[in-house]
């Protein structure tokens, strides 16, 4: 079992920059498979960036390519996603998820673009 909690969200100006952190509690965070989804008002939760366990395979959805960068501290148990540029689009519910099938979830956290 491992618990997520997510943290880093808020308002931000249109252009600015946020970093979420996602720390997670239980054993075997490094062999986890980390994902960052999010869920806008009215949509669907959807993808946004995953990295393996070894920090060396990451992905990301198209709509945040070049401006949104995964990464993990295996030895905190925490994973992040810096982004940059930010776009009223970005505004969402912000969710760390875990493991092969993204079993685990943290509760969100917030983010607020405003343009």
């Known amino acids: 079992q491992v618990q997520l909690v997510e943290s880093g969200g808020g308002l931000v100006q249109a252009g600015g920059s946020l970093r979420l952190s996602c720390t997670a509690s239980?054993?075997?965070?490094?062999?986890?498979?980390m994902g960052w989804f999010r869920q806008a008002p009215g949509k669907e939760r959807e993808f946004v960036a995953a990295?393996?366990?070894?920090?060396?395979?990451?992905n990301y959805a198209d709509t945040v390519k070049g401006r949104f960068t995964i990464s993990r501290d295996n030895a905190k148990n925490s994973v992040y996603l810096q982004m940059i540029s930010l776009r009223s689009e970005d505004t969402a519910v912000y969710y760390c998820?875990?493991?092969?099938?993204?079993?685990?979830w943290g509760q969100g956290t917030q983010v607020t673009v405003s343009s």
């Open positions: 990295i393996g366990p070894g920090n060396i395979f990451t």
């Open positions: 998820a875990a493991g092969e099938a993204f079993q685990f």
């Open positions: 239980g054993r075997d965070f490094s062999s986890y498979v």
